[in-house]
């Protein structure tokens, strides 16, 4: 499998594995294809498109190749030949990646869903595509079921993926197979392990703990995000989406195959009682190089277990944590045994700091040598902590080097740098870290991905990919990575251009690239089909079957590491550096960690494409204040009434505990009471119950303090003042009041907080209940919250939040503008639809629509623009390509809403701050 940008070291098993072909061919009965004679890749067509399917309502670019230097004319035809558009490119010039004179063809004005388009320019023609969001749909499950079709130790059955693709179960020690069932070391440690089950790595049958980690937290945590992102998709990942034996067993489904490695990563751990106990076995493969072709059922080689490492110890451990508080609700037991193993595994690893993978280990399967792990204590770290919130694992996370995206500002993630995959963690999932550190967190995500965004929008071809002009082994991966990055700073900051950067890459994935090549097979006219791979090998025994559909390629190696790429490809530009072919290994292998990056993206494109179902915008009622009984030295039961949730129903509920600005989920239920285990003896607690509804919107109730038996006695905090009313606002400026809070010592006064980006501000002191604000910015959204504090200083927690928006400074822009504004009403529900109007002498280069709701209508899902909502006030703002609107030009966007009573229409619109007819 591919080695890391840093760390290649692949290419000596490679040679093996070429040397090896002809005995395994012998043993196994198949018979290889003669190797193809060097040739040059066709670059195919000089308009390069998504050959699969441009999403309606995203951004349609296609890449021109032309030495043109004047823009060129071009037209696009449905599938019956009629124009439906037609414009003019413009010019891109020289691109250095792909050594091509390029331009850039936008037809982004064209949205209507169909098959069959072609696009046409210097008298040549793209292969035909959709415009249709079911494409990327399919992919989403397709990229997952590449899971299943790699697993080891299970028949794959017909039922689940066809009768081409069925196989008998492999390395169960069934004959010819030796089996996994009973393994011994390398290098002799006087036991053998049952390491049975598992994903084969990649096109070999080995299985490597390292690839394994980073694979299987990318399927966990395409599932997590869905329940920490608002109006996330979790239930196209639930039980019953996926075609896999355990699809009705009441778990996720992806969760379930997610599982099928992680127990296979729990066997490679060394039992008690023997020499490094605790630590896990690197890998486990052939004891020479696995043949090609060669069925897994008909692998007779012996199989071996080589020595442990930090590296895989650790990423046995971040997954297992992980694993163990996805699935704590689902299997106690087995949650209960991962962390075990988990956090077993992280004390043997500090113990253990430098057991280095032997770099010469590439006998029969790759070496995966890892000279640094750093970035492995940081994301095993992090893991168990956002499971256990353990003092101990915290220390270990912000005294890490790479806390708050060091990762991120280095390189991203891959399997030799997982660093990334802690923030990632850090940045979703709710801790008792200071609100500021996850936003410093989120920054470097978005960070790195602006970069990666700049380097993509400046190529001809858009691929998010790092930084320099040499492709590595896995360049697919690694791009994949970075365009999950693009995906997570939307998820953060709702900022369009993210979107369409993860959109672009999808079409460089598949076809809007120098080679018109699709790397996903059984996706687009030119879908790749050979890749390298011991089953998957019809281009080497035509009794075997091509790559399934859904299956990634690595992609362009700018390094030629194969004789068949040198050969066909030499010479090569960084992104013609590829070649179809099954024995071209360093360009075409497959491998889980590529395929699961591959599904973090599609499962994220799939949510975001298209039609989707109106999105929960409302937050559940306010649960009751708790109230505390059985209170010990150690423990507290809290009590409190129910919230409910029309739209999509309460989901569970948080006990936090509040210090200061830390927030510290204690235990999770979905009942209304829960003890609170774990607490110091005569110590006063702030907690609040935080209800979450099917969105993943909160609410949070007021606090209630307790104080511990036992110990002496302590001054107690202030208690939670109440939510500030705002009143008086102004361009500048509001007023805000309060209820007051409580004290054993007395209130010595208030502090008045702004809230921006997760990130609390002392802005104003009062020793009253009321404050008037000043210097505020116009037309801007603003959040304040308030705490007391007492004659001793200590500190209450935050109130609930007050948002509203400062009035705007109206201005007369250059020309006038006119909005006509329709609604459609259902039941509850009601679709709108915008025209804007230039009607002034002068363009707009962009715009912002504001209106007022006259009743409680929300806004639930747009399109062709981005918008946000404060109170009845809503503002909306162009996409990237439709901000540009000329005198006289009209542009139309939409949105769907939900609201009780009567829909009235809005009044009082106004476009870049004038009001408009």
Known sequence: MSPSTHRRRELPRRRTAGLAVAAALAVSGLVAAPQVAAAATDPGSPVKVNQVAYVPGVAKVATLVSSSTSPVAWTLRNAAGTVVASG??????????????????????????????????????????????????????????????QRSGIAIDAQYVGNTYARAAGHLGVAPNQGDTSVPCRQSCGYSLDVRGGWYDAGDQGKYVVNG???????????????????????????????????????????????????FLLRMQVPAGRTDAGMVHHKIHDENWTGLPMIPAQDSQRRLLSPVSTAATLNMAAVAAQTSRLWKTL??????????????????????????????????????????????????????????????????????????????????????????????????????????????????IVT???????????????????AGSVYYWGSNGQVANNANALALAFDFTGQAKYRTGVYAALDYFQGRNPLNQSYIA???????????????????????????????????????????????????????????????????????NWNSALAWLASWAAEHAGSTPAVDTTRPSTPGTPTASAVGDTSVTLTWS??????????????????????????????????????????????????????????????????????????????????PVVSGITQTGATLTWTPSTDDKGVAGYDVLRIQNGTSTVVATSTSTSTTLTG??????????????????????????????????????????????????????????VTLTNTGSTAWTSWKLAFTFPGNQLVTQGWSATYSQTGSAVTVTNAAWNGSVPAGGSTSIGFNGSYSGTNSAPTGFTVNGAPCA
Request: hydrophobic share 35%; glycine share 10%.
């Open 776 to 833: 505020l910015t116009a037309d801007t959204d603003h959040v304040f919250a308030i705490r007391a504090k007492d004659t001793a200083g200590q500190l209450s927690s935050v109130s609930t939040t007050v948002a509203f928006r400062t009035l705007p400074t109206v201005t007369t822009p250059p020309g006038g503008c006119k909005v006509t504004y329709s609604a459609n009403s259902w039941g509850n529900g009601f679709t709108a639809n």
């Open 88 to 149: 003019q490119s413009t010019v891109k010039g020289s691109d250095a990646l792909s050594g091509d004179s390029t331009h850039l063809i936008d037809f982004s004005t064209f949205d209507t869903p169909g098959s069959g388009y072609v696009l046409s320019a210097a008298n040549a023609s793209s292969y035909p595509f959709d415009i249709s969001a079911d494409p990327v749909k399919r992919l989403r499950y397709d990229s997952l079921a590449f899971f299943y079709h």
């Open 642 to 723: 129910p919230s409910t949730d029309a739209e999509s129903g309460i989901a569970g509920y948080d006990v936090v505990r509040v210090a200061g600005d830390s927030l510290q989920v204690m235990a999770t239920t979905t009942a209304t009471s829960a003890t609170v285990t774990g607490l110091r003896a005569g110590t006063a607690y702030t907690f609040v119950i935080t209800a979450r509804n099917g969105a993943q919107l909160s609410s949070t109730s007021s606090s209630i303090t307790v104080t511990t038996t036992g110990g002496d006695p302590v001054d107690q905090p202030p208690t939670t003042p109440g939510t």
């Open 522 to 592: 059984g996706y687009g006219e030119k879908a790749v089909q050979n890749v390298h791979h011991r089953f998957w090998a019809h281009q080497a025994n035509a009794s075997l079957p091509i790559a399934p559909p859904g299956s990634f390629s690595g992609g362009p190696n700018s390094e030629l590491q194969d004789p068949i790429a040198a050969a066909q490809a030499a010479g090569c530009a960084a992104m013609k550096c590829f070649v179809d072919h099954i024995e071209a290994y360093s360009v075409n292998e497959v491998a889980i």
């Open 448 to 466: 790195f991905a602006d970069a990666a965004l700049a380097r993509a929008t400046s190529q001809a071809y858009p691929a998010p990919n790092n």
């Open 213 to 263: 980690g980073i694979a299987t937290w990318q399927l966990q945590n395409a599932y997590e995000r869905t329940l920490y992102v608002a109006g996330a998709d979790k239930s196209a990942l639930a039980d019953g989406t996926m075609a896999i034996p355990e699809r009705a067993n009441g778990a996720p489904d992806i969760l379930d195959e997610a599982r099928w490695e992680v127990e």
């Open 331 to 444: 299997d106690p037991t087995f949650s209960a045994k991962a962390l075990a193993a988990a956090q077993t595994a992280y004390t043997a690893a500090k113990a253990n700091p430098n057991r280095i993978a032997s770099a010469n280990d590439g006998t029969g399967g790759g070496a995966y040598g890892d000279t640094s792990v750093t970035d492995e204590f940081y994301w095993a770290a992090a893991e168990l902590y956002a499971t256990t919130g353990s003092s101990t694992y915290r220390a270990d996370v912000t005294g890490s080097s790479l806390y708050k995206g060091g990762s991120f500002a280095q390189r991203g993630y891959d399997w030799g740098w997982t660093g990334g995959l802690g923030d990632t963690t850090l940045a979703l999932v709710p801790t008792g870290l200071p609100s500021s550190d996850v936003a410093a967190t989120r920054a470097a």
